[in-house]
């Protein structure tokens, strides 16, 4: 079972970087220690849903989106909608980059491909938070 606060860092920190962003610009816009933020970035402390709200923030991006992303992490190590428990670790959880890529894309997104030998769906998100899955 993955722990929830090292997908959500794992999240977290995929944004921060595919917007080339510092965790020094981040936890500065969001009003927290660069110290604290890199502990949430790599699973170490749990973020509240007050401080997960205050980061959202300082990357534009909707705390949903950062939900779904983990979700879909999660459901991917689970063997979630394939029938059969996979055995899996995290590190074969879908990569971030393809779930946020999306949030770039205005209006449309681009078809979604398989994860791996999984059977599961990548979902692109959408600035205004649809979801597009084939």
């Known amino acids: 079972m993955p722990l929830l606060r090292r997908e959500i860092g794992d ?44 980061i959202c923030n300082a990357l534009e991006v909707p705390m949903s989106t950062v939900l779904r992303a983990v979700s879909d992490r999660v459901a991917a190590v689970e063997g979630a909608g394939v029938g059969v428990r996979p055995a899996v670790t995290a590190a074969a959880a879908p990569p971030v980059a393809p779930v946020l890529a999306g949030f770039d894309v205005p209006e449309t997104a681009a078809p979604a491909l398989p994860v791996g030998d999984l059977g599961i769906k990548q979902v692109v998100i959408t600035r205004d938070g649809l979801v597009s899955a084939a």
Request: hydrophobic letters at 30%.
């Open 11 to 54: 999240v977290l920190r995929s944004a921060r970087q595919q917007q080339g962003r510092t965790l020094r610009e981040v936890s500065g816009a969001a009003r927290v220690s660069l110290g604290y933020l890199s502990e949430v970035e790599r699973g170490q402390k749990e973020a509240s849903s007050e401080l997960l709200s205050s």
